[in-house]
């Protein structure tokens, strides 16, 4: 499926954005190798020993990648080559499954997950690999999911002008499993809707995903919590 169609699910396999080192990214790769090699200083290493010796330089190769999101409005992304829908009728359009990794900006520490996306288009509609880059966009940069997923909805709505949107994220989060309580295997979901979508119970008639995603073990331990995703009606 090409990324000019419109409707369908994002391929993991997919291409991920070009070389850093052409991605115009806004990051100081000399004062991240600074920055790299005073951390070890710090945490007693010996940043000049030959295993370390190249870590500030990989830091910042990973770095001007991880953040390459920071100043770029993703909402001029969906507008650039937006195709108009003429006479067509068209009600929700989806994309579920786009994988994405960002950056927790309170630890540093990464987090990945999937995104889904369902707009109810006016006259425009984007192709789904500018949905696919909007979403990579938003995770580029010191992030919080909760943000990240506001930052998503109104990116759809400013740049195809759409009359409702719904994104819902589920992530797995480092600054979790990796440090504090070390809880391993626990997701996070966030919502955020607007414009028509807005209202749970036009959203919840609409059921463009027919496959529901597997449980969050928060959910298998309190069956009568909410799921997000059913009540948005991105999932049955």
């Given at each position: 499926?090409?990324?000019?169609?419109?409707?369908?699910?994002?391929?993991?396999?997919?291409?991920?954005?070009?070389?850093?080192?052409?991605?115009?990214?806004?990051?100081?790769?000399?004062?991240?190798?600074?920055?790299?090699?005073?951390?070890?200083?710090?945490?007693?290493?010996?940043?000049?020993?030959?295993?370390?010796?190249?870590t500030p330089a990989r830091v910042?190769?990973?770095?001007?990648?991880?953040?390459?999101?920071?100043?770029?409005?993703?909402?001029?992304?969906?507008?650039?080559?937006?195709?108009?829908?003429?006479?067509?009728?068209?009600?929700?359009?989806?994309?579920?499954?786009?994988?994405?990794?960002?950056?927790?900006?309170?630890?540093?520490?990464?987090?990945?997950?999937?995104?889904?996306?369902?707009?109810?288009?006016?006259?425009?509609?984007?192709?789904?690999?500018?949905?696919?880059?909007?979403?990579?966009?938003?995770?580029?940069?010191?992030?919080?999911?909760?943000?990240?997923?506001?930052?998503?909805?109104?990116?759809?709505?400013?740049?195809?002008?759409?009359?409702?949107?719904?994104?819902?994220?589920?992530?797995?989060?480092?600054?979790?499993?990796?440090?504090?309580?070390?809880?391993?295997?626990?997701?996070?979901?966030?919502l955020a809707s607007r414009g028509?979508?807005?209202?749970?119970?036009?959203?919840?008639?609409?059921?463009?995903?027919?496959?529901?995603?597997?449980?969050?073990?928060?959910?298998?331990?309190?069956?009568?919590?909410?799921?997000?995703?059913?009540?948005?009606?991105?999932?049955?």
């Amino acid at each position: 499926m090409s990324g000019d169609e419109v409707q369908g699910e994002a391929d993991p396999a997919s291409p991920r954005p070009a070389d850093p080192e052409n991605s115009g990214s806004p990051v100081d790769r000399a004062r991240v190798r600074a920055a790299v090699a005073e951390l070890l200083t710090a945490l007693g290493e010996d940043p000049t020993r030959p295993e370390l010796a190249d870590t500030p330089a990989r830091v910042a190769d990973a770095y001007s990648e991880l953040f390459a999101g920071v100043g770029v409005d993703a909402s001029e992304i969906l507008a650039q080559d937006a195709l108009p829908i003429g006479d067509a009728a068209t009600e929700l359009i989806a994309l579920r499954g786009i994988p994405f990794r960002s950056m927790c900006e309170h630890h540093l520490l990464p987090f990945s997950g999937v995104a889904s996306v369902a707009y109810l288009p006016a006259d425009r509609l984007a192709g789904l690999g500018r949905i696919a880059r909007a979403v990579d966009v938003v995770a580029s940069r010191p992030q919080m999911q909760e943000r990240m997923s506001e930052q998503l909805a109104s990116a759809v709505e400013d740049g195809l002008g759409a009359r409702g949107v719904l994104v819902v994220l589920s992530a797995s989060h480092g600054c979790l499993w990796a440090r504090g309580t070390r809880t391993v295997g626990a997701d996070a979901v966030t919502l955020a809707s607007r414009g028509e979508l807005a209202d749970p119970a036009r959203r919840g008639r609409r059921s463009p995903c027919s496959e529901r995603p597997p449980r969050c073990p928060s959910e298998r331990s309190a069956p009568g919590l909410r799921h997000p995703q059913r009540d948005a009606g991105l999932v049955q």
